[in-house]
Nanobody, 124 residues
């Protein structure tokens, strides 16, 4: 069973940047980032295929966030720029065993394993 550990969260001012990391205990395939703000449902942020060849972004983060991966390190990254107060949430990475290049599910239920989350707080 793969273990996922997120890091890199913190407090940042609006307009600032953060880079989140998700380290896996073994090779992973499709990886996704989700977030959950207080009182709100978990929402899809972005996903990347096993080889990094395909990505998908929620409209709310498109152009500001970038997902990438380093398979040699079994790590996925989320570069977050131009952060807004509405980006405040706990961010989770997740994985599903699929080698499909275009399999980038937006539903959380499609993912099999999840990390514990890292808090991102953006102050205005």
């Amino acid at each position: 069973q793969v273990q996922l550990v997120e890091s890199g969260g913190g407090l940042v001012q609006a307009g600032g940047s953060l880079r989140l990391s998700c380290a896996a205990s073994e090779r992973t395939f499709t990886m996704g980032w989700f977030r959950q703000a207080p009182g709100k449902e978990r929402e899809f942020v972005t996903a990347i295929s096993w080889n990094g060849g395909s990505t998908d972004y929620a409209d709310s983060v498109k152009g500001r966030f970038t997902i990438s991966r380093d398979n040699a390190k079994d790590t996925v990254y989320l570069q977050m720029n131009s952060l807004k107060p509405e980006d405040t949430a706990v961010y989770y990475c997740a994985t599903v065993y699929s080698s499909g290049t275009y399999y980038l599910p937006r539903l959380g239920s499609a993912y099999e394993y999840w990390g514990q989350g890292t808090q991102v707080t953006v102050s205005s």
